[in-house]
């Protein structure tokens, strides 16, 4: 892979040097040291990733950081209970006032920009932290008011974790999985102490999500009772690296001693609320819903715009999609009904469907591949400093799969010891179609998430820790408007079709989480809209609709991020005229990483400033 010449700490060289704070770059023809400030901004911007991965380890291992001296972060897990959280949020605090104490003069833009990001990362979730319930995100996407619930915590974020990123190559690595199991239990109980805390505020989720989170959590308490998924990971991985010892019963005594138990007694809280629980979806009806929902949609949109501004903006997007929807849909000889419905008829076309069961699941996996490579070859029309990101498509495991999104993706580990991976719900054959799977991969893979982390792995540990929802899902938005203009679909207009259906798809989505959270729509109306407007089944209607009620505004960061990227992309147009280059645009945009929206604004002026002379 490689690696580009660059005066900043690089995460790779942070997993090398572990503690090192400076570097001595030469330069063509000159020799430049770092003055002091720089060093000590590197410095501090170091001990500001550490202290946020003391208290989530579990990121340090996603990272693959917990080495060296680090290592024993390999075998811990966050503290969920009420005191956990508040001494995060005292580490956000003392650390938000050391970065706005230094000295900014004589710093590098790169630097400035990573001071910046810190700056609204801390201050964003120190505003959700203040807030009586929720898990709130620091530097990652997911605003949820409920603990546990379908599609949120430790019973459904674990396993999938301790399976697909915690490593177990060493008999260092598989002990440290066994200390994980064993703090299973005690992350259970802190959340189960803050549900009961939001309960005792009246905070109760609607009925049915509640539905959904007694059946995952029953098929998880079920699975633990006989050791399950956690010890065969455990005992499958150890037998292929050939690490010798008794992992099987050492597993199972805590799992079935411990989080099996723990299991049952958040199941037992659940089936309490919902024997309280209304069907009314939206934060407006909770307790401080309000508050709640405006601070969700600032930390998803990393914006100000209020609710019924986001809503406006989704119906007028979607408007002005459907029309340019319209007239491909007519020339394929589909003109009943508005574009959404088209759309059912044409994915009822044979030639878009794949095959029932495990076959057509596989050929999903086929399919998704070879569109991942056409795209790989594509990219050095697209950037000016190519990367080769590993990448594999996985399917989402079959236990998560009724609450899980249809698809999600993330960049490889830091030192390359994990690759890039794109995670597909396949427990519904019915609902997916060819016509979609392109737009997927350049979302989830290349040059949407995937390719983006990869960037984002050569920049110091911290910009690594921080993302922030609206450029991350607003550049795997913009990343298939690329793939597009790239000529994905120009031998197909049917697959054009899947790519501008899911750009609907991004627009409704403004629609019915601002409708629900704001406007006082009920979960049917939701569901019809998103149904009517996609074509659509009611199941996987119901699905999303659910999951916009689980992580109110979460879903407004993709739109808006996107607009954004291509509003600053047409300002860099505008004021280079001759001189812009869509490579260098969005090679600036991958080099900075990934920023709040203000903060993107900053960079790409940078940018225009530098490439105009």
Not at 58 to 75: F, P, Q
Not at 213 to 236: P, W
Not at 478 to 485: F, G, H, K, R, V
Not at 581 to 609: E, H, K, S, Y
């Amino acid at each position: 892979m490689h690696k580009p010449f660059d005066l900043s700490l690089s995460r790779r060289q942070l997993i090398g040097a572990m503690g090192a704070t400076t570097a001595l770059s030469v330069l063509p023809g000159c020799v430049t040291t770092p003055a002091a400030p720089a060093q000590s901004a590197a410095a501090l911007l170091d001990s500001f990733a550490w202290n946020l991965l003391e208290h989530e380890p579990a990121r340090a291992t996603s990272l693959a950081v917990d080495t060296g001296a680090k290592s024993y972060l390999r075998g811990r897990l966050a503290d969920a209970t009420p005191a956990g959280q508040d001494a995060y949020a005292a580490t956000l605090r003392a650390d938000l006032a050391r970065a706005r104490a230094f000295p900014r003069d004589g710093l590098d833009p790169a630097t400035r920009t990573s001071f910046e990001v810190v700056e609204s990362a801390y201050s964003t979730a120190l505003e959700g932290f203040a807030l009586p319930y929720g898990d709130i995100p620091v530097g990652t996407w997911r605003t949820a008011p409920y603990v546990v619930i379908q599609n949120v915590g430790a019973y459904n974020d674990i396993p999938r974790f301790l399976d697909s990123e915690h490593p177990i190559k060493t008999r260092e690595d598989a002990e440290a999985y066994l200390s994980r199991l064993e703090a299973i239990p005690g992350v259970m109980r802190g959340e189960l102490e803050r549900i009961r805390q939001a309960r005792s505020l009246g905070v109760v989720p609607p009925d049915f999500l509640l539905d959904k989170a007694i059946t995952a959590v029953s098929a998880q308490r079920d699975d633990a009772a006989q050791g399950g998924s956690l010890v065969e990971s455990l005992v499958r991985r150890t037998r292929e690296e050939g690490i010798p010892g008794n992992w099987r019963d050492r597993a199972q005594a805590l799992v079935t001693g411990g989080v099996a138990p723990a299991l049952g007694v958040q199941l037992a809280e659940l089936q309490t609320q919902r024997g309280m629980a209304r069907s009314a979806p939206g934060m407006n009806a909770q307790p401080g819903g309000e508050e709640w929902y405006r601070w969700a949609l600032k930390s998803s949109t990393t914006t100000d715009r209020s609710a019924q501004d986001i809503h406006r903006l989704g119906m007028d997007t979607l408007a002005d999609i459907h029309g340019r929807m319209d007239p491909l849909l007519r020339d394929l000889g589909y003109a009943s009904g508005n574009p959404g419905q088209r759309m059912v008829q044409l994915g009822d076309d044979d030639r878009f469907k794949f095959s029932p069961g495990d076959t057509g699941r596989a050929e999903v996996i086929s399919f998704l591949e070879e569109r991942i490579d056409w795209i790989r070859a594509q990219m050095p029309r697209a950037f000016r400093r190519v990367i080769d990101p590993a990448v594999e498509v996985r399917r989402i495991p079959v236990n998560e799969e009724a609450g899980a999104a249809g698809a999600y993706g993330g960049a490889p580990a830091i030192d390359g010891s994990r690759p890039g991976i794109f995670w597909i719900n396949l427990g519904n054959m019915e609902d997916l179609r060819q016509i979609e799977l392109p737009t997927l991969a350049h979302h989830e893979a290349i040059p949407g998430h995937v390719w983006e982390g990869e960037y984002s792995n050569q920049l110091p540990l911290i910009r690594a820790i921080l993302a922030f929802n609206a450029f991350s899902e607003g550049w795997a938005l913009y990343s298939e408007q690329l793939a597009d203009e790239l000529g994905a679909y120009d031998d197909n207009p049917a697959w054009r079709l899947g790519y501008m259906n899911d750009a609907a798809f991004r627009a409704v989505r403004l629609v019915v989480d601002t409708g629900i959270h704001a406007l006082g729509w009920d979960r049917e109306r939701a569901i019809a809209f998103y149904a009517e407007n996609l074509g659509k089944s009611r199941e996987d209607s119901a699905r999303e609709i659910d999951r916009y009620c689980s992580w109110p505004g979460q879903a407004c960061g993709y739109m808006v991020g996107k607009l954004e990227i291509l509003r600053q992309r047409e300002r860099a147009m505008a004021a280079l005229g001759s001189r812009y280059d869509l490579r260098d645009f969005n090679q600036a945009v991958v080099d900075a990483g990934n920023t709040p929206l203000d903060v993107l604004a900053g960079n790409i002026g940078r940018f225009i400033g530098t490439a105009g002379g």
